[in-house]
């Protein structure tokens, strides 16, 4: 089955730099990538999403790039603010199936 | 609003007691899911079902059964709650529309006593 890693578990950051969390994949079959933003005492959050088609999505201040050839996906959070304070996953998809989390990232933005 | 339910919020119950948590979801998935997770922590899949009458076990070893009845219902049961099973339980579903629609329910966290 599908084995997604997740680095680094936690990161600090001051407030206005970036932020880059990085996931690796084990099955080529797979090609849906999203990424959930869980704040404390809260579900988790769908915030970007990229297909196998695609290298590089953006939505104002958060990136996701892939490279379908090293198995690795990447969130970029550019001048972050207290706010981006969550836990971060990054998960892996064959077509909806099955959905395989990441352990997640806990991002902390110092103000 | 079509979301994903799940009650109750909070449970505190005794060790031993047989509980049911339940979730429901009106966003017309046919796939539903149950993750064990503690705060801020990893999300372990314990059981998920792609359909009615379907259901399969995650890879968290769970003491807990589940079963699908209705397409929308799919509802956790503990037959014996153990200081162990003390967490938060996630409820998600997910379907066949352009993103998957994965959406997770607002948990209920349980603490056994």
């Known amino acids: 089955g599908e084995n997604v890693e997740q680095h680094p578990s936690t990161l600090s950051v001051q407030e206005g730099d970036s932020a880059v969390i990085k996931c690796t994949y084990s099955?080529?079959?797979?090609?849906?990538f999203p990424w959930y933003k869980q704040e404390l005492g809260k579900r988790p959050q769908l915030i970007i999403d990229?297909?196998?088609?695609?290298g590089e999505k953006k939505d104002q201040r958060i990136a996701v790039t892939l490279n379908k050839t090293a198995k690795h996906f990447s969130l970029h959070i550019t001048e972050t603010q207290p706010e981006d304070s969550a836990v971060y996953f990054c998960?892996?998809?064959?077509?909806?199936?099955?959905?395989?989390f990441g352990t997640g990232t806990s991002l902390t933005v110092i103000p | 609003e079509a979301d994903i339910y799940q009650t109750p919020r909070y449970l505190v119950i005794g060790t031993g007691k047989k509980i049911t948590l339940e979730c429901s979801q009106t966003m017309g998935h046919d796939k539903m899911y149950w993750y064990q997770q503690d705060p801020g922590m990893e999300l372990h899949l314990i059981h998920y079902s792609y359909g009615v009458n379907s259901t399969e076990k995650g890879d968290l070893s769970s003491e807990s059964t589940v079963s699908r009845i209705r397409t929308e219902h799919f509802p956790l049961t503990l037959e014996s709650a153990r200081p162990s099973h003390t967490s938060q339980y996630l409820c998600?579903?997910?379907?066949?529309?352009?993103?998957?629609?994965?959406?997770f329910g607002s948990g209920t966290r349980l603490t056994v006593v």
């Open positions: 990229i297909r196998s088609n695609v």
């Open positions: 998960a892996a998809s064959n077509t909806g199936n099955q959905f395989y």
């Open positions: 099955d080529s079959a797979s090609n849906y």
């Open positions: 998600a579903s997910s379907g066949i529309t352009k993103d998957y629609g994965y959406t």
